[in-house]
């Protein structure tokens, strides 16, 4: 959520950043509520001094002996101040519900893109930041799609899926469960070694958490929700575990806090119909190994560094090609100020596909969820900076291993780093 503050005292500046979104957001009715709150407000502090003033004549008055406490007097000024307090309880509810609408306003404004944002007006301007591994790019030029050789091998099936539930779900079979199995024992090892602490959070959570992390209410047509219950099936990790943090007040030496948490991820890909039907690149239902921080606001951009290196580092151990990306404030997603993403090459098809989305969030979510951490020595507390990152999209990585790790035989090579895990080096 934005600060209130910023968008009164730079209303200019706020608008503009906004602008840059895709999307159309105007701050002019927050900024015409507010302007009504602040003159109710003033409207209510003179009333309420008013009618101080008013007990405390009454008071010496009466208290002096110089006013008989039943003379018209007296009593006139008893009339202004009890027409004073009804007028102040009626004012009471207007400006709770002028609060209560600004809030709601709000809650609907994306973050604003940070200043290392490229401007653009669609994903064409995203920039190209690095690529990495053109060495490990297969020489066949006859790769089968993932679900192609995966069907093949019995490892992956979508037509049981569908049955059983609709399309866009997938069964994976014996080596297929097992691979998957092993990459999400190897990202969670990676991540633990590099000092995230991992979660086994819930994976239906309550309105309240998906409107901490910025899906509600905006996004709600992107998430099922369960018909009965004030529950929802967790999009991302990200929702849960930034939550377990709602409304703390934490100390700044518990900071950093770093988490990773391997979940199953639900979205209804409402926005999506017909593209990428195929395959594992759009499910309903897919894994995640995710990456969550609450960092001291002035470490958050640094944070976010470190971050995009350790989800590139397990596409280095998987010796899998890949380029990163850093997102124009058009592809900007709604709670992140600056976003990186990862994109793997699937040889199939000769193009990167995103397999990995890192964002900074700075104050945005936190003061969403209410999240603040408090210095020794210091008044007041301030609010943490969240950021996220997928370590990675497990459905995506298995992709992009049966692609760039097909063999002219047919069969698939396990990568090195998973062999240990897997207990075979040929699927
Ligand atoms: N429906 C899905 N099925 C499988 N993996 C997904 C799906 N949606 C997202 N992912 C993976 O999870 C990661 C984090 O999700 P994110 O919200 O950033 O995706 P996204 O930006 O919606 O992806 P896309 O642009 O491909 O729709 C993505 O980088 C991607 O690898
Ligand atoms: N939580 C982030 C990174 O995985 C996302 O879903 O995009």
Known sequence: MLDIKQIRENPQLVQEKLNSRNGKYDIQPILDLSQQQRELEGKRSQLQARSNEIGKLVGQK????????????????????????????????QEKELKAQIHELLLALPNLPSDFTPLGKSEDDNQEVRTWGDEYKPANPHIL???EIGEKLGILNFERAVKIAQSRFVSLIGAGAALERALIQFMLSQHIENGYIEVSPPLLVNTDSL????????????SFKCAEDDLWLIPTAEVPVTNLYRGDILNAEE?????????PCFRREAGSYGRDMRGLIRLHQFNKVELVKLVKPEDSFEELEKLLANAESILQALKLPYRVINLCTADLGFSSTKTYDLEVWLPSSGKYREISSCSNCVDFQARRADIRFKEAGKKGTQFVHTLNGSGLAVGRTMAAILENYQQPDGTIKVPEVLQVYLGREVL
């Open 211 to 222: 409107t901490g992390t910025g899906q509600l209410p905006k996004f709600a047509e992107e």
């Open 255 to 263: 900071l950093p806090i770093y988490h990773t948490a391997y979940t």
């Open 62 to 93: 009466v208290k002096s002996g110089v006013v008989d406490p039943q003379s018209p007097e007296i009593q006139t000024l008893k009339d202004e101040g009890n027409a004073i307090k009804t007028t102040l309880s009626d004012l009471e509810p």
């Open 145 to 147: 799609p993932h679900w």
